[in-house]
């Protein structure tokens, strides 16, 4: 989401409107919650017929296509750069051998930045007055900034419009589950239980958003990293995090990360979001979505129309009186609605361990 749709064109500064967008993230969040008391309460296969592939395949297409734009905005500060990220992606990714081809992301940043200092495109000058230690945020970087002076109108869209992104992040988080589950041979659905799971995940995001920082999701490339590597215990998860949290302590780190070219992250968003339009269309494939149904055609189609439409139309979003939406947040509710009320098959199939389906 752009920060003009948050409010940037009606006064409000870009800081402010991201603070607002933290709430609107910390509620998404809660979502997760939801979801896994109703997964809890009435068991997964009744409450996973509302979100059948035909739903979430497409809105996760929408949410790759929709922050591309991003991405070439980038791109266009410096195309060299931005090429240079790319090509390094691909080739490490599909020439790389061993540890090359576990990092390709990481290699496509770290040679774009170094092509960037060789051509004098970084300014290091603010890093040596960065401290090597400090606190990652301050109040004026967290979410309760906003209630120094609060928009509630504006509080109650920003909630509106980035709450229905959990949709599409929950539904990765289960098919990522189910993968991972396959790759390891156990059966996580069960047992820690995806309910348990779930949770895990909301509460991440939701406390991130606290302190700043974007929402948590799952990746189903690192189900690739799992099957190449077999390393499957959790302890090396629990020892990046930590790493993490360390360097977060480091403002002199934290500055560099902030140098970097717009370029570079452009043309690594490319691959990305690209693959997460990719994951959507993998989606429909493997469960087998029949577009020879209108129902299931009217019901993708909007979704795709209707978030692209929106969100690369004259005004970012679409108001209902005070209350603005995003095109992802329409086409969410209008997919899941849709795919409610037409006649037709309402299901979802879940893949256990041993690769049966269950209906």
């Known amino acids: 989401m752009s920060v003009k749709a948050l409010g940037v064109e009606q006064g ?15 509620f998404a969040g809660l979502c997760y919650f939801v979801m896994a008391g109703l997964i809890k309460s009435f068991g997964i296969e ?37 090429i240079v990220a790319l090509a390094t992606v691909i080739l490490a990714s599909v020439c790389g ?38 606190l990652p945020f301050s109040r004026e970087q967290t979410a309760l900034a906003v209630f120094d002076n609060l928009d509630t109108t504006f509080l109650i869209s920003t909630i509106i419009a980035i709450m229905p992104i959990a949709i599409a992040t929950i539904m ?13 041979g156990k059966d996580f659905l069960k047992e820690p239980g995806l309910h348990r799971t779930l949770m895990g995940d909301g509460l991440a995001t939701a406390l991130a958003s606290l302190f700043g920082a974007p929402a948590n999701t799952t990746y189903g490339e690192n189900t690739g ?33 902030g140098l970097m070219p717009a370029a570079t992250i452009g043309g690594v968003s490319l691959i990305l979001y690209g693959m997460i339009s990719a994951v959507g269309v993998r989606n429909l494939i493997e469960d087998s979505v029949d577009f ?50 037409l006649p037709g098959k309402l299901g979802m199939k879940i893949k256990s361990v041993h690769g049966k389906e269950k209906k």
């Open 46 to 82: 009744k409450m996973l017929r509302f979100f059948p592939p035909l739903v979430t395949g497409p809105m996760i297409i929408a949410i790759g296509l929709v922050l591309s734009g991003s991405a070439i905005q980038n791109c266009t500060t410096n195309w060299l750069l931005a």
């Open 225 to 257: 990293v799992l099957n190449l590597t077999k390393v499957f215990d959790p302890a090396v998860i629990r020892l990046a995090a930590c790493f993490a949290i360390l360097l977060s302590f480091c403002p002199k780190f934290a500055c560099l990360i």
């Open 172 to 184: 990765e988080h289960i098919g990522d589950m189910c993968a991972i589950s396959s790759t390891v």
């Open 292 to 341: 020879n149904s209108s129902r299931n055609v009217f019901v993708a189609a909007l979704i795709l129309v209707i978030a692209i439409g929106v969100k690369y139309g004259a005004d970012d979003n679409v108001s209902i009186g005070p209350i603005h939406f995003s095109g992802l947040a329409l086409s969410a509710i209008v997919g899941v609605t849709l795919n409610a009320i």
């Open 97 to 134: 051998k061993g540890i090359i081809r576990i990092i390709p992301i990481l290699l496509g940043v770290v040679v774009s930045y170094t092509t960037a200092v060789v051509m004098g495109e970084v300014d290091f000058s603010s890093l040596s007055e960065a401290a090597w230690i400090g």
């Open 12 to 26: 409000m500064t870009e800081t402010l409107a991201l603070d607002y967008a933290c709430i609107g993230v910390f």
